[in-house]
């Protein structure tokens, strides 16, 4: 990714600067991305996976109810409720990485447990909704 800047376009203050060449890199970014969408979304994938999975190993990488340590029925639950909504609002790598920060920093917020346990606790919690109950009993 090649960034060219005109030398007259950029301002004298310090300060303007650094926006100024901040700015022409973000729409570079956004050029490239645009143009590789397909590459940029499977690099987007692969760091959410390996991001996961390093979650996943720091919480022991088996569900804390069931012992479950099968990676793929694996997932990240929020202890005290609330990761749905929290997933409507970040997702992917950047939602992984949130975690991690949280976990290393001593966060008891996320458990691991199995999508069956998920559920489960789900259902006793009542986090389910209304919408999701009847599509599940169909
Ligand atoms: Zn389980």
Redesign the pocket.
């Known amino acids: 990714m090649t960034i060219l800047l005109k030398r007259t376009n950029i301002p004298q203050d310090e300060e303007k600067e650094k926006r100024f060449v901040k700015h022409v890199k973000r729409k570079s970014i956004n050029r490239w991305v645009s143009e590789h969408r397909e590459a940029w979304n499977k690099k987007q994938r692969e760091q959410a996976q390996r991001i996961r999975s390093e979650v996943l190993t720091f919480l022991g990488n088996k569900?804390?109810?069931?012992?479950?340590t099968d990676i793929r029925?694996l997932q990240v639950d929020h202890v005290n409720g609330g990761g749905v909504q929290e997933l409507r609002r970040i997702r992917g790598a950047t939602y992984f990485r949130k975690v991690f920060q949280e976990l290393k920093r001593g966060s008891k917020a996320y458990q691991c447990?199995?999508?069956?346990?998920?559920w489960r606790k789900r259902y006793e919690r009542e986090e389910i909704s209304e919408k999701e109950s009847n599509e599940r009993n169909m």
């Open positions: 569900c804390v109810r069931c012992g479950e029925c447990l199995c999508a069956n346990c998920n």
